[in-house]
């Protein structure tokens, strides 16, 4: 018994030891090919950490059979500093890779800056391939600048649970004709589809074509897909073209200059240019092989922002008028979904309105081409080179005019977000704000908190974050209403108390005006978004009547607060009122 004992000790030592060899970090040094060299020798044996601010150079993509790769980079020393880089490289012909990491296994990046491009700026063909079934990809906190000059995320293994969150993603597509390459691209040769596909606070500058492709004819089923809170700005065509999960939500997402590429009314991917099938959207969806009805399946598509310049419909007038004469397809801008009271023949209209078979089937709440006003004067210039840009591209391309006419790459630099015009070596940093000031987009939000990418937005995201599983379950239940994010805060009959503060957003004074039915003891607070009291501006008894009260922005202690989102909360006996507004000034 002893001796049995003793085996099974040392067994589990050795399993031990080898748990805790699996987790050891090792700190790469900075250089060409030092990652490539220790993966070799390390396989999935060690956490591969990455120096802040220093500059690496893979010799090879990536690769890892079989095994969990994790790549980290470490925290810069201060505060919003440089992270580590991470550049792909040519072969000895001066070939650019055609991809970084040829994943066949579970993959971990987080927080590295990723240049795919070489050291004369020519861009690598795709980020990322994950062939693997069952694996596990995560990127989180990455900063990917280019992306790619085709595709970025190609997920083809079946049950694949892939998660994005936190990125940045910049400049994806070489821009020679609108079709150049999809983001995400999920495909499958059988019926089995992904497990899941989340991709949460990222913005996403610059990506080509489409968001996701996922082969339109192929007959495979993904089990979840979320695409929520990300701001995107300046796209092309397509936004999620798989039409088939039994879970879906695409949700508080903020879409600047997206599909501004017209489509032709010849082009119907449905069933080529038979007039008698269904018009194409932004996003597809079905029903999945062997539904029961009433279906079980969650299509939830609400409380997204779609904005275009309006040069872009001017262009698109412009363009038909020219076509008619000239006997050219019609052209359109296709909507997130088509509309009940469209004319347009469209499969996704009928499925949504169908509450008795698809009562879990939601799109609402959108709102259309309303200016986020960023605070970046430069996306604006941007997006009046992305209309230049257009108008050939969609001559040629969709018009069927002559390219000799019209030189589609002559703007296509301009069309990139590139602050300093070094696609190799971007020296600008931050790269890119997304921060902007419109207040009703600020609490545009299911939640009521900023549309698109919070991560610009810290306060609100603290918030969330605290509330996410009461958030995640109030979109699972696929309720179109908002989800009340101030805990302990109750419905008040606006009867009783009558409450509202002006001008929203304001600079220098605030004004928070209430109507008191009755005498109470009343309580007005202002607080950060994350709950912490900023100052309290009434505490005492008040007889019925209308009150006005000052905030001029300033804290108990007298200083003036940052600018942004606050709170103000009304509590008038044991009724309490609640409202959101911004601090620009």
Same mark, same amino acid.
């Given at each position: 018994?002893?001796?049995?004992?003793?085996? @099974? #000790?040392?067994?589990? #030592?050795?399993? #031990?030891?080898?748990?805790? $060899?699996?987790?050891?970090? @090792?700190? !790469?040094?900075?250089?060409?090919?030092?990652?490539?060299?220790?993966?070799?020798?390390?396989?999935?044996?060690?956490?591969?950490?990455?120096?802040?601010?220093?500059?690496?150079?893979?010799t090879a993509p990536i690769q890892n059979a079989g095994y969990h790769l994790q790549i980290i980079g470490q925290e810069p020393a201060v505060k919003g500093g440089m992270p580590a880089t991470l550049q792909t490289n040519a072969t000895a012909q001066g070939v650019v890779f055609a991809k970084m990491f040829d994943a066949q296994g579970d993959i971990t990046l987080k927080n590295i800056y990723f240049v795919n491009a070489d050291l004369t700026g020519v861009l690598g063909g795709a980020f990322?391939?994950?062939? %693997?079934?069952?694996?596990?990809?995560?990127?989180?906190?990455?900063?990917?600048?280019?992306?790619?000059?085709?595709?970025? *995320?190609?997920?083809?293994?079946?049950?694949?649970?892939?998660?994005?969150?936190?990125?940045?993603?910049?400049?994806?597509?070489?821009?020679?004709?609108?079709? =150049?390459?999809?983001?995400?691209?999920?495909?499958?040769?059988?019926?089995?589809?992904?497990?899941?596909?989340?991709?949460?606070?990222?913005?996403?500058?610059?990506?080509?074509?489409?968001?996701?492709?996922?082969?339109?004819?192929?007959?495979?089923?993904?089990?979840?897909?979320?695409?929520?809170?990300?701001?995107?700005?300046?796209?092309?065509?397509?936004?999620?073209?798989? +039409?088939?999960?039994?879970?879906?939500?695409?949700?508080?997402?903020?879409?600047?200059? *997206?599909?501004?590429?017209? /489509?032709?009314?010849?082009?119907?991917?449905?069933?080529?240019?038979?007039?008698?099938?269904?018009?194409?959207?932004?996003?597809?969806?079905?029903? &999945?092989?062997?539904?029961?009805?009433?279906?079980?399946?969650?299509?939830?598509?609400?409380?997204?922002?779609?904005?275009?310049?309006?040069?872009?419909?001017?262009?698109?007038?412009?363009?038909?008028?020219?076509?008619? +004469?000239?006997?050219?397809?019609?052209?359109?801008? *296709?909507?997130?979904?088509?509309?009940?009271?469209?004319?347009?023949?469209?499969?996704?209209?009928?499925?949504?309105?169908?509450?008795?078979?698809?009562?879990?089937?939601?799109?609402?709440?959108?709102? &259309?081409?309303?200016?986020?006003?960023?605070? =970046?004067?430069?996306?604006?210039?941007?997006?009046?080179?992305?209309?230049?840009?257009?108008?050939?591209?969609?001559?040629?391309?969709?018009?069927?005019?002559?390219?000799?006419? $019209?030189?589609?790459?002559?703007?296509?630099?301009?069309?990139? /977000?590139?602050?300093?015009?070094? %696609?190799?070596?971007?020296?600008?940093?931050? @790269?890119?704000?997304?921060?902007?000031?419109?207040?009703?987009?600020?609490?545009?939000?299911?939640?009521?908190?900023?549309?698109?990418?919070?991560?610009? $937005?810290?306060?609100? +995201?603290?918030?969330?974050?605290?509330?996410?599983?009461?958030?995640? %379950?109030?979109?699972?239940?696929?309720?179109?209403?908002?989800?009340? *994010?101030?805990?302990?805060?109750?419905?008040?009959?606006?009867?009783?108390?009558?409450?509202?503060?002006?001008?929203?957003?304001?600079?220098?004074?605030?004004?928070?005006?209430?109507? @008191?039915?009755?005498?109470?003891?009343?309580?007005?607070?202002? #607080?950060?978004?994350?709950?912490?009291?900023?100052?309290?501006?009434?505490?005492?008894?008040?007889?019925?009547?209308?009150?006005?009260?000052?905030?001029?922005?300033?804290?108990?202690?007298?200083?003036?607060?940052?600018?942004?989102?606050?709170?103000?909360?009304?509590? !008038?006996?044991?009724?309490?009122?609640?409202?959101?507004?911004? +601090?620009?000034?």
């Amino acid at each position: 018994m002893k001796n049995k004992f003793s085996i @099974l #000790l040392i067994v589990a #030592l050795i399993l #031990l030891c080898q748990v805790g $060899f699996a987790q050891d970090v @090792l700190v !790469v040094e900075p250089g060409v090919g030092t990652l490539n060299q220790a993966i070799t020798t390390y396989g999935g044996t060690k956490i591969y950490q990455l120096k802040a601010g220093g500059w690496y150079q893979i010799t090879a993509p990536i690769q890892n059979a079989g095994y969990h790769l994790q790549i980290i980079g470490q925290e810069p020393a201060v505060k919003g500093g440089m992270p580590a880089t991470l550049q792909t490289n040519a072969t000895a012909q001066g070939v650019v890779f055609a991809k970084m990491f040829d994943a066949q296994g579970d993959i971990t990046l987080k927080n590295i800056y990723f240049v795919n491009a070489d050291l004369t700026g020519v861009l690598g063909g795709a980020f990322l391939f994950n062939t %693997a079934d069952n694996a596990r990809t995560v990127i989180d906190r990455c900063i990917l600048d280019p992306v790619s000059g085709g595709s970025a *995320m190609n997920l083809s293994g079946q049950m694949q649970k892939s998660y994005f969150t936190n990125n940045l993603f910049n400049r994806m597509g070489h821009q020679l004709s609108p079709n =150049d390459g999809h983001f995400f691209k999920t495909s499958r040769t059988g019926n089995i589809g992904f497990d899941t596909l989340l991709v949460q606070n990222n913005t996403f500058v610059c990506i080509g074509t489409s968001v996701h492709n996922g082969d339109l004819g192929r007959t495979y089923v993904n089990k979840f897909s979320k695409f929520d809170h990300n701001t995107f700005v300046e796209q092309k065509s397509q936004l999620d073209w798989h +039409k088939m999960e039994s879970e879906y939500y695409w949700t508080n997402n903020l879409m600047f200059d *997206m599909n501004t590429q017209p /489509w032709s009314v010849t082009w119907n991917p449905m069933g080529g240019s038979d007039k008698g099938l269904p018009n194409t959207a932004l996003i597809y969806a079905d029903t &999945i092989p062997g539904d029961v009805f009433p279906s079980n399946t969650i299509q939830f598509v609400e409380y997204n922002m779609h904005y275009r310049n309006p040069k872009f419909y001017t262009l698109i007038n412009e363009l038909n008028t020219q076509g008619q +004469k000239d006997g050219k397809p019609y052209l359109i801008f *296709m909507p997130l979904v088509w509309p009940k009271d469209s004319s347009a023949v469209s499969r996704e209209t009928n499925l949504f309105a169908n509450d008795t078979s698809f009562p879990s089937w939601k799109v609402g709440n959108n709102t &259309i081409d309303v200016d986020p006003q960023w605070t =970046d004067s430069r996306i604006y210039t941007m997006s009046d080179n992305f209309v230049l840009w257009t108008k050939p591209a969609t001559q040629v391309h969709a018009m069927g005019y002559s390219p000799s006419n $019209f030189p589609i790459a002559a703007n296509w630099t301009k069309y990139h /977000w590139d602050p300093d015009g070094d %696609a190799s070596n971007n020296l600008t940093w931050p @790269l890119f704000n997304g921060v902007y000031r419109n207040p009703a987009m600020l609490i545009g939000s299911i939640e009521g908190l900023p549309l698109g990418d919070l991560n610009w $937005f810290p306060e609100s +995201k603290t918030l969330w974050t605290k509330n996410k599983s009461r958030i995640d %379950a109030h979109l699972k239940a696929a309720i179109e209403s908002k989800l009340d *994010m101030v805990s302990g805060v109750k419905s008040i009959n606006l009867s009783d108390i009558k409450t509202s503060c002006y001008p929203n957003p304001f600079s220098n004074q605030l004004t928070i005006s209430y109507t @008191l039915k009755n005498a109470a003891v009343v309580k007005l607070t202002i #607080l950060t978004l994350n709950g912490q009291t900023v100052t309290e501006l009434v505490n005492q008894s008040q007889v019925a009547g209308d009150y006005n009260s000052k905030w001029n922005g300033t804290n108990t202690d007298g200083k003036l607060t940052p600018n942004g989102m606050y709170l103000y909360r009304l509590q !008038v006996g044991n009724k309490v009122a609640s409202g959101r507004f911004v +601090k620009i000034k």
